[in-house]
C-alpha cells in the first residue's frame, strides 16, 4: 500500500517536474457537519429521474493533519441551523446537531491551529461554519472567488466575511493546488457545480488514495449515472469534470468519498477515529 501510495504522490509531483519526496505524515478525520432532508429529489436532476423521491443528505467535512499543520475542508451549515425543526415539505430542510469546534475539541485540537480552511465550493452548506476560523488561509478556486467578489446570482461572501472585506488571507486556487508541496494533498479543479468547484485527494499511507468529491456529485445514483443538477453553472463542464474525477480514482485506486452520501463517508471510520 505505501508503495501505491508513493507512486501516486510522484504521479502527481511528476506533472509538476518536481521530485517525489518522502511521504509525510497525513491523517484525516471526518466530520459531521450536518444534512439536509431533500423532499424533492428532482432538485438533483435536470433529467427529472427522481420525480416523487425523496433522500435524506448528509453535510460532512474533513479534518486533515499534515504533520504538524491542519486543512479544514469544508466548514459545514452554519451554527445558526441548530435546533431548528426539520421540514418534510420544503424542496430542502437543512439540519444541524454539533458544531466543527465541539468536535475538534475532542480530538484536543484547537481553532486556531487550523492553518488552511479548503472550499471545495462557495454554496452555504459548504462555508456555514468557516468564518470560525478567521486566521487561516482561505483556499478557494479562483472562479469561485471572482463570483463572489462580483456578487453573482447564487452567491454570497457572509459566511466569508473574514476573507471577503475582513482582511483574511486568501489563495485564489486557479488550476490544481498541491497543498503542502509533497503531493500528499492536492486540490483538483474540477468546475461545472460552480465555476470554480474543486475537489481534494489525500494520499494516506495505509488506506491508501482517498477523494473527497466537494458536490461534483451528491449521492451514489447521481454519480454512477452522471446527473446534473439544473442548478449547476456549466452542464458540459460538469460531465467533464465527472469523466476525469472517475478517470482518476480508477488509475490510482482511490477510496471515492461523495460528501453528502452516507453510505460512502461511512467508507472512513467514525469520528473521533481517524483513517491514516
Known amino acids: 500500500m505505501i508503495a501505491r501510495v508513493a507512486a501516486v504522490a510522484a504521479l502527481v509531483l511528476t506533472m509538476g517536474q518536481a521530485p517525489a519526496p518522502k511521504l509525510a505524515d497525513v491523517e484525516l478525520w471526518r466530520l459531521d457537519c450536518g444534512g439536509v432532508q431533500v423532499n424533492d429529489l428532482n432538485a438533483f436532476s435536470d433529467t427529472l429521474a427522481y420525480s416523487g423521491q425523496k433522500k435524506r443528505l448528509v453535510a460532512s467535512c474533513y479534518l486533515i493533519r499534515h504533520g504538524g499543520d491542519y ?62 476560523f478567521p486566521a487561516a488561509t482561505l483556499l478557494i478556486g479562483k472562479a469561485d472567488a471572482d463570483a463572489l467578489n462580483a456578487g453573482k446570482p447564487g452567491t454570497s461572501t457572509e459566511p466569508l466575511k473574514p476573507w471577503f472585506g475582513g482582511g ?20 483538483l479543479n ?13 494520499l494516506l499511507k495505509g488506506k491508501g488514495p482517498v477523494l473527497l468529491s466537494g458536490d461534483l456529485a451528491h449521492f451514489r445514483e447521481n454519480y454512477d449515472r452522471n446527473g446534473v ?21 480508477g488509475n490510482v485506486k482511490a477510496t471515492v468519498i461523495l460528501q453528502h452520501e452516507a453510505n460512502d463517508v461511512a467508507k472512513l471510520p467514525a469520528f473521533p477515529a481517524s483513517a491514516r
Open 190 to 202: 474540477l468546475p461545472g457545480h460552480t465555476p470554480g468547484h474543486h475537489a481534494l485527494l489525500v
Open 71 to 132: 486543512l479544514l475542508w469544508d466548514t459545514g451549515l452554519p451554527e445558526a441551523v441548530i435546533g431548528k425543526p426539520v421540514s418534510n415539505t420544503d424542496a430542502m430542510s437543512p439540519i444541524l446537531t454539533t458544531t466543527i469546534k465541539k468536535q475538534l475539541a475532542q480530538i484536543g485540537v484547537k481553532p486556531e491551529q487550523i492553518g488552511r480552511v479548503g472550499i471545495s465550493h462557495y454554496h452555504f452548506d459548504h462555508t456555514g461554519q468557516a468564518a470560525g
Open 229 to 249: 443538477p439544473p442548478f449547476n453553472t456549466d452542464r458540459a463542464q460538469t460531465l467533464a469534470s465527472l469523466d476525469r474525477f472517475k478517470q482518476l480514482a
Open 168 to 187: 483574511g488571507k486568501i489563495e485564489a486556487v486557479d488550476a490544481d493546488k498541491d497543498v503542502f508541496g509533497d503531493g500528499s494533498v492536492t486540490m
